[in-house]
């Protein structure tokens, strides 16, 4: 990283503070940095703080005779081996999608060749506008590398997707787009993720409330780290994890053969919710309602994914096994039942009788071998940033 250079462009928003540490973080990795405040961000960060930090001169205005003189804004936007937007509002969006040009950040995105990678923060409801996800479109096709937004609290009160990404996050994300090799470089995870749904027939099923957020936020986190990451996918909503292989799925028969597919691994988390049953046979034509007779159906067992995976032999089982228990009651009992029954090297638990499944945060108990660590209440980006550097030190260290 010692002959990378980065140009961070800092947006109007109070998520601009976490600009100082990513700063910071690029600094102490090797990276030169280069700061361009804009008018707004002006506003939440001082340039004399971020000249500390990046011990070089801070740019701002696209007119400013001297900067012009040392380093034109066409050499600023092209000397960099990547560009960094922290925070991305709505507005820089709006302004890179449309191509506008009029102020320095703006001036220097469009005059670029040079990768750039975006950190949106913004109030949710600004997020969530058509002409965001618009714009969002846009950049994504047009090769702008995204990371987040995160979902949580915002300083506006309001909740929900919109928050920064923090600056750990975004540093990691900038050493892969520097071509830094993660500490998972070469490393292949296998991860299950979201619920199955067992046909009744062709118009119902059996399924539970997963909606997979834990699961694609634990992909996040290792690809971030380096990790070739197969990811094994029942029907969600939530957006696919960038730089995964995904397959996807629908019955746990399927997500069984697509797991047994998906070996050798270095490491297996099953986070998917597997319908512990399927119908028998499931009718091929839809069920006709029948006034006052109800139908009845005969139940199978489908096939234990976590405890089939820790049975094999030592050379084709992954080296790490992770499953994970939602329960409802004796959360503890069960789980540590759980894990001497299933054989698997850690398990996770966590009580689901509040809003656990489909929400945003968790809070989990980590069972290993040597002891169980129980985890605060925290968004499922942190569970899983905090998870996925657990495993880096568990599957590096041999």
Not at 24 to 48: D, I, N, Y
Not at 91 to 109: F, I, R
Not at 343 to 369: E, Y
């Amino acid at each position: 990283m010692n002959s990378k250079s980065v140009t961070i462009i800092i947006g109007g928003g109070i998520a601009a503070y976490k600009s100082l540490e990513l700063i910071r973080l690029l600094k102490k990795s090797g990276v030169r940095v280069r700061a361009v405040l804009t008018r707004a961000g002006a506003e939440f960060v001082t340039p004399l703080s971020l000249s500390a930090l990046t011990c070089e001169p801070v740019y701002q205005n696209l007119f400013d005779l001297d900067n012009e003189a040392q380093m034109g804004h066409i050499q600023l936007s092209r000397s960099a081996d990547l560009i960094i937007v922290a925070p991305a509002t709505a507005d820089l969006m709006a302004k890179m999608a449309s191509g506008l040009a009029n102020d320095l950040a703006s001036t220097l995105l469009l005059a670029t060749d040079t990768p750039v990678l975006i950190a949106p923060a913004m109030n949710v409801r600004m997020w969530k506008h058509p002409a965001t996800m618009r714009n969002l479109a846009i950049l994504k096709a047009d090769g702008i590398a995204l990371i987040g937004p995160d979902e949580g609290d915002m300083a506006c009160g309001e909740f929900g997707f919109g928050r920064m990404k923090e600056p750990e996050a975004i540093f990691v994300a900038a050493q892969a787009a520097l071509g830094a090799p993660g500490p998972l470089t070469g490393k292949h995870i296998l991860i299950t993720s979201g619920p199955t749904h067992e046909p009744i027939d062709p118009v119902r099923y059996i399924a539970n409330r997963s909606s997979g957020r834990q699961g694609a936020a634990i992909a996040n986190a290792l690809v971030r780290l380096g990790a070739s990451v197969s990811y094994i996918t029942g029907p969600v909503s939530v957006p696919t994890p960038a730089g995964v292989t995904e397959i996807k799925v629908e019955t746990a028969l399927q997500m069984f053969d697509a797991v047994k597919a998906a070996l050798p691994a270095d490491a297996a988390i099953f986070v998917a919710a597997v319908a512990d049953w399927r119908v028998d046979c499931a009718d091929t034509k839809k069920i006709k309602k029948n006034a006052g007779k109800l139908p009845s159906f005969s139940f199978c067992e489908n096939p234990d994914i976590l405890a089939n995976i820790c049975a094999l032999p030592k050379q084709t089982r992954p080296a790490l096994v992770i499953g994970f228990a939602a329960e409802t009651d004796n959360v503890l009992d069960n789980a540590r039942a759980k894990k001497k029954r299933k054989k698997c090297d850690w398990l996770i638990t966590n009580d689901v009788s509040g809003d656990v499944m489909g929400g945003a945060n968790n809070q989990i108990t980590l069972l290993r071998d040597e002891g169980e660590e129980n985890w605060p209440l925290m968004s499922k980006d942190e569970m899983a940033t905090r998870l996925a550097t657990q495993l880096t030190k568990a599957i590096t260290s041999s």
